[in-house]
């Protein structure tokens, strides 16, 4: 399948690899979405063998299974009737900085004894009339959520964007990397929050979309990590500076860090903009320590959310 034609089933996540055939990304929570009609298989073929790479299949809006990759393919069989389908990247075995400099390349998609096949995310001109929803920050965006004692797990399909995308019935678009700040102090400084805006990787840009609503949780880790009130206010103004021009038909949704940090310098700062709303989530109790937050309080931050926007 041609580069074009692939990125027509790919999420924003995804971009054109820039050194050959497939698309790259980035991102864990980057998906795949079709409707297809019969049965037959879909095949998914990978530029390398990625170890402990692992995909959820979606099917008609709900979590069917996880599936790991053995080698460079993998095969889905396709039901009976029609149906939508998504496939959610959910972990690969390494670094996040490996991840961002390296890129997890899609090589192929191939779809065998199916009778109807078609794209359901918006392509350009469609994106204006159903813009995506878009969510940046961190690793609680980016889905990394607590799936047992004291061990964390990407389970994007679960995370609260994800959930927040299919109850308003619009597409998702995600940028959030682990570790991530706006601040010195955040412990993980690759990619920086405003290089994630334009890139999925060191040379490769970002697909643009229309989106009408963009919400953005940064902080946390830069106040866990001892950022001064006057580091951060500082980190906040150029970023919100960047949101406007990356995203200039949108509204924000800024939502305070979850143990209560930094909430007047939101305010302070936003109040410099009229396309900002600030979301004080100090009442919600959502524990970020010592594991990230669970299923149901996902579902907890989701709900409140739904509320706002």
Same mark, same amino acid.
């Given at each position: ?122 392509? @350009? /001109? $469609? ?6 929803? *878009?969510? !940046?920050?961190? &690793? ?126 939101? @305010? /302070? $700062? ?6 900002? *709303?600030? !979301?004080?989530? &100090? ?27």
């Amino acid at each position: 399948m041609k580069n074009e034609r692939l990125l027509e089933f790919a999420s924003p996540e995804w971009s054109a690899n820039p050194e050959g055939q497939g698309v790259i990304c980035s991102q864990y929570g980057a998906y795949l979405a079709f409707q297809a009609s019969g049965v037959g298989e879909v095949r998914l073929t990978f530029a390398d063998e990625y170890s402990g790479l692992t995909w959820t299949l979606m099917v008609d809006g709900q979590d069917e299974q996880q599936l790991t990759v053995d080698g460079t393919n993998l095969v889905i069989a396709l039901r009976e009737e029609k149906h939508q389908y998504q496939l959610i990247l959910d972990q690969w075995d390494t670094n996040q900085v490996a991840f961002w400099q390296q890129g997890l390349i899609l090589s192929n998609l191939a779809f065998e004894g199916v009778a109807d096949v078609m794209a359901i995310l918006p392509n @350009e /001109e $469609e994106s204006e009339s159903r813009p995506y929803i *878009t969510f !940046v920050g961190d &690793s609680i965006v980016a889905g990394e959520l607590m799936a047992g004692v004291a061990h964390d797990r990407h389970r994007p399909s679960q995370s609260f964007p994800a959930i927040v995308a299919r109850d308003l019935k619009q597409p998702l678009n995600r940028i959030a990397y682990g570790g991530t700040g706006l601040t010195n102090s955040a412990p993980f400084q690759e990619p920086k929050a405003i290089d994630a805006l334009w890139r999925v990787g060191q040379d490769v840009p970002r697909r643009r979309v229309h989106t009408d609503k963009v919400v953005v949780a940064y902080g946390l880790n830069d106040a866990n990590y001892g950022a001064t009130a006057e580091d951060f206010a500082f980190g906040l103004r150029v970023y919100l500076l960047e949101l406007v021009k990356r995203f200039h038909q949108a509204h924000f949704y800024l939502l305070t860090p979850w143990n209560g940090q930094f909430k007047e310098i939101f @305010e /302070e $700062e936003a109040s410099r903009f009229d396309c900002f *709303t600030i !979301v004080d989530t &100090s009442s919600w109790q959502i524990a970020t320590r010592p594991t990230h937050p669970d299923v149901a309080a996902h579902a907890k931050i989701a709900k409140e959310l739904e509320l706002i926007l």
